[in-house]
């Protein structure tokens, strides 16, 4: 009993005190250990599957609320903690009855009773739609658009495209606009909306491209719309240009709450630069991962509901992969849930769409490397977690020298796993503001393409906390 109390004592400091930074990886240690302790103690799985909520780890922390109340069918806290690791999942209707048993047993929680009302709310609204795209065949925003007639008023002074295009000027205008916390006119940013999803809809799903030895191109991860440590990556590395290419690795949106900022200034120098600025879809680039983390929510706040359904609509033509050189092939999540899979079967992917469930697609944007061999449930509750021998065969077959990915928080904001064969590269320092990371990119060039890190920490920003826009299910509390 005295071990068992000092590992709640652990958790406490770990896990309930500012202090201590949330240490939720030692939390989940702690009741680990507690648990092969006492595997019965449906309390120690409960709150391990907090620690798993807030470390993202919703595949892990729905089976340990799942877990939970196969001991106690009666526990509370574990039916609220797996209606939250469903929402995280976008499982809105196995949510929807977990609250509902947590509203009946506790009809005076306000907390419990909104949760409940929201997700009700999503679960109606996601049935609307289905019965919307069932009636009649969707129209793109695109067409109900008039953009040549929209009016800027005298008053706004900001940056406006230079007969429709973007030029440099344009892009320097507009991120010291950004800067200071200035809106983009509604017009300029349905020009830009229009004429990138044009671009992109006519590239290819895998994109192949050629470093000449003399060349070297700059590869960040994840941005997660941190808008200011966009503007230090600009700073410390220099802007993009044609003989300073970049390649942005998706999850551009969500959690930060200046995406729309990150967004419209990346699609800004792609416009500028097609063949020498490279944007690959993330798993935040999708319709469910918006409505919770809140990129939809902030885009309704600065413009309009319309204005996300054709962000919605770009996401879906972001191409899923890269390769370089024929050597190095980037994408966001990983590799793949089956042996197999040859860079042909992913160039033809049909990705305009929402990814789905399973397959290549959702592996790419989804899956995580581990370093035992095989192949394991995934702790995100979507695709697979893949080993050091999964990715040496797939390399092998398709002649690869090592895949470069993003997707996961990293201390030092880089780690090099798979003997060198997997890179993981992270371009958010201080995630969300509280996870105390460093950032980083990656020069790759032509001549050896050999991964040079470049570490940054985060620089200061607004006082407008991440999150901002999230849907209110994902800002509050978890019992």
């Not at 009741?31 to 709150?47: D, G, K, Q, R």
């Not at 008023?153 to 429709?164: H, I, S, W």
């Not at 200046?258 to 935040?284: A, C, M, Q, W």
Request: hydrophobic share 35%.
């Amino acid at each position: 009993m005295q071990q068992h109390g000092c590992l709640i004592i652990d958790l406490k400091i770990y896990c309930n005190d500012n202090k201590y930074n949330k240490d939720y990886e030692n939390a989940i240690k702690y009741y680990s250990e507690a648990l092969e302790l006492n595997p019965s103690n449906a309390i120690y799985y409960s709150n391990r599957s907090l620690a798993y909520l807030r470390t993202e780890c919703y595949g892990y922390a729905l089976a340990d609320a799942t877990k939970a109340l196969e001991i106690d069918k009666n526990y509370i806290k574990g039916y609220y903690r797996r209606a939250t690791s469903n929402m995280a999942l976008g499982k809105f209707k196995a949510a929807l009855k977990d609250y509902e048993t947590v509203v009946r047993v506790r009809p005076n929680d306000k907390d419990a009773k909104m949760k409940y009302q929201e997700c009700n709310k999503i679960v109606k609204q996601k049935a609307f739609e289905r019965a919307i795209a069932s009636d009649e065949i969707k129209k793109s925003v695109v067409d109900s658009l008039d953009i040549e007639n929209m009016t800027i008023e005298d008053d706004y002074v900001g940056p406006k495209l230079e007969d429709g295009n973007v030029t440099v000027k344009f892009m320097e205008e507009m991120m010291e606009w950004f800067k200071d916390q200035k809106k983009l006119h509604r017009k300029c940013a349905y020009q830009i909306l229009v004429q990138v999803k044009d671009l992109l809809a006519k590239l290819p799903s895998l994109v192949e491209i050629t470093l000449k030895e003399t060349e070297k191109i700059t590869i960040c991860g994840d941005t997660h719309g941190q808008f200011y440590d966009l503007l230090n990556i600009f700073k410390l590395n220099g802007l993009p240009s044609e003989s300073n290419p970049y390649l942005f690795n998706g999850d551009f949106v969500d959690r930060g709450s200046f995406s729309v900022e990150v967004i419209l200034t990346l699609f800004g120098f792609k416009l500028l630069y097609p063949n020498d600025f490279h944007l690959l879809r993330g798993n935040h680039e999708t319709d469910n991962m918006n409505q919770m983390y809140g990129f939809e929510g902030e885009v309704k706040a600065k413009y309009t509901a319309q204005m996300f359904q054709l962000f919605s609509e770009v996401f879906q033509w972001l191409p899923l992969a890269q390769c370089i050189n024929n050597k190095v092939l980037i994408m966001h999540g990983g590799l793949f849930s089956e042996d197999g899979i040859t860079l042909d079967d992913l160039r033809k992917i049909e990705r305009n769409r929402q990814p789905p469930d399973s397959g290549p697609m959702c592996d790419l944007l989804w899956s995580d490397p581990q370093p035992q061999s095989g192949r394991s449930i995934s702790k995100r509750g979507v695709s697979c977690q893949f080993g050091p021998d999964v990715t040496e065969r797939f390399l092998e077959q398709n002649k690869l020298d090592y895949i470069v990915r993003s997707h996961e928080v990293k201390a030092e904001g880089y780690e090099v796993t798979h003997s060198g064969k997997c890179v993981t590269v992270f371009s958010a320092p201080n995630y969300c503001d509280q996870m105390g990371n460093k950032g980083a990119y990656i020069h790759l060039r032509g001549a050896d393409l050999k991964p040079e890190f470049h570490q940054f920490t985060a620089v200061p920003h607004p006082n407008v906390k991440p999150m901002a826009y999230a849907n209110t299910l994902m800002q509050l509390g978890m019992m």
